[in-house]
């Protein structure tokens, strides 16, 4: 597609249960960063992907955090036993211009709610 | 350690100019980025800085320092929808080529 979309839009979910969240980015473009925004709180940054791999994981805050990408296209981010500290806006984004990470192109956002 | 420090809260009048200031001490410094974000959606990107001085794009402009760990983003001719926050991101070049972000500024604009 043109832009980066993201599903579900809001997302609420009993502690203790798993979800998924999903992101499609622009379309032919390899790269694909997760982050996630608390209330109140600065861009967090998850993950990345090059491809179908992920460079770096580091920003995974636990165990309970994996992401995968199959065939180069859409991305899934699971969080496995949800917390309630899991709440949060998680966004995906895509560099504009594949040569140019520099401008990263947000999606929407999925606003995930954990009670 | 690492750290963006930005003021939380800024007002301004319309039609006036403000300045968002940001610090920063990264691990890394390939570029600085401001993002704005409107309550409730995505950022979007507004401006990218690599290199010291000011870059100037319509009614933005934004300047670094990188010798100063410094920059800012200057709005001009105030407008009701510049009310947003402003975040500044520094791109660490950790391999990830991640952003880390400060927590933003957010920006009321008052008639």
């Known amino acids: 597609g043109a832009g980066v979309s993201q599903s579900p839009s809001n997302k609420v979910t009993e502690k203790g249960k798993d979800v998924e969240l999903r992101c499609d980015p622009i379309s032919g473009h390899t790269a694909l960063y997760w982050y996630r925004q608390s209330l109140g709180q600065g861009l967090e940054f998850l993950i990345y992907f090059q491809g179908n791999s992920a460079p770096d994981k580091s920003g995974l805050p636990s165990d309970r955090f994996s992401a995968e990408r199959t065939g180069g296209s859409v991305s899934t981010l699971t969080i496995q036993r949800t917390q309630q500290e899991d709440s949060a806006v998680y966004l995906c984004a895509s560099p504009l211009r594949e040569e140019s990470y520099n401008e990263q192109f947000f999606g929407p956002g999925t606003r995930l709610t954990v009670l | 350690g690492q750290n963006i420090d930005q003021p939380t809260e800024m007002t301004a009048t319309e039609g006036a100019i403000v300045q968002i200031n940001c610090t920063y001490q990264?691990?890394?410094?390939?570029?600085l980025f401001w993002y704005q974000q409107h309550a409730g959606e995505a950022p979007t990107f507004l401006s990218y800085?690599?290199?010291?001085g000011l870059e100037e794009k319509g009614r933005f402009s934004s300047f670094l320092s990188r010798s100063k760990g410094y920059s800012y983003l200057l709005l001009k001719e105030l407008q009701m929808k510049d009310s947003a926050s402003y975040l500044c991101a520094v791109d660490q070049r950790t391999g990830a080529n991640n952003l880390f972000f400060g927590t933003g500024t957010r920006l009321t604009v008052i008639p």
């Open positions: 800085n690599v290199l010291d």
């Open positions: 990264t691990s890394g410094f390939n570029g």
